[in-house]
């Protein structure tokens, strides 16, 4: 079994549409989160049979970014327990032996209302005490060093994101792939952030000892994706890095370059090398 939450950027390009049908057909997920969608309910349920998904549920659309969908295959049973612009929560499994919880989150992007994000995973969590796996958009950094541009990020709303997961018992699962989820343009230059991850509690850990996340690249959103397998990923064969020329036709070549290699790391240098180059790749 596996899960995909993705925070897809608006499903109007066909290329994202063809991005998401590649990873459906590489990963055969059981569940798929859908975030920022920028679509309705109509063309969300339609999307749902055209992926070979059996079941859905989809919010109700409130503003340009569209509903939130969760959809899910037959082989895995699904009871939505609650949903909002910014969550979808439900219950798996068909006893209470193998019961857990699945959380698709997409967290607001402003800072005002990021308290209301952490608000809303207090809730869920005083609601249910199975299993949790939480997942998708977080919309914030747990640690300055999951940041690359732009200068640092201020230190409260981190401690924040640190404080509600502490109190809700929700730990980092981790991830395999390249390190930052989301890139982007700001007036004063470009940035790296890892918005996106995976999280759960210990009960989650005690049933899933295995479980591994994993980045999966895109090139038509802004966000990578986070592919969870709880029996966790085959390891593949390490591969010696080397720079392929069609890179420099990627408009985000040179930025994640800059972005690497421009901050100062304090250190020998062939450490601080190959640091870098670990960012690059």
């Known amino acids: 079994m596996s899960l995909l939450f993705w925070n897809v950027r ?46 859905y549920w989809v919010t109700q659309q409130v503003n340009r970014l569209g509903c939130l969908a969760l959809f ?60 949790w796996l939480c997942a998708g958009d977080f919309n914030e950094i747990l640690w300055s060093h999951e940041k690359c541009g732009l200068g640092p990020r201020s230190e409260t709303p981190m401690q924040a994101f640190r404080e509600v997961l502490d109190e809700t018992g929700l730990k980092d699962l981790g991830y395999v792939g390249k390190k ?6 700001r007036q004063s230059g470009f940035v790296l952030e890892r918005l996106d991850r995976a999280v759960a509690n210990n009960q989650w850990f005690s049933q899933n000892p295995g479980t591994k996340v994993q980045h999966l690249h895109s090139n038509s959103s802004d966000h990578q994706a986070i592919l969870v397998k709880p029996e966790g990923i085959s390891p593949k064969p390490k591969r010696s890095f080397k720079f392929e020329q069609m890179w420099l036709q990627d408009r985000g070549c040179i930025d994640t370059v800059n972005c690497a290699w421009g901050p100062s790391i304090v250190g020998a240098i062939m450490p601080v090398v190959a640091e870098k180059l670990m960012l690059v790749e």
């Open 10 to 55: 608006g499903l109007g390009n066909r290329r994202t549409v063809h991005e998401l049908e590649s990873f459906i057909r590489a990963q055969d997920p059981s569940a798929l989160f859908l975030a920022e969608t920028w679509a309705g309910k109509a063309r969300l349920i339609s999307l749902c049979l055209e992926l070979g998904f059996d079941q």
């Open 72 to 131: 899910w295959k037959k082989s895995l049973k699904i009871e939505v327990t609650s949903s909002s612009p910014n969550h979808i929560d439900a219950v798996v499994g068909d006893s209470l032996e193998n019961k857990w919880r699945l959380t698709g989150i997409y967290g607001f992007a402003d800072q005002a209302k990021k308290s209301d994000t952490w608000a809303l995973l207090r809730q869920l969590h005083a609601s249910s005490s199975l299993p």
């Open 180 to 185: 930052f989820t989301w890139k982007g343009r």
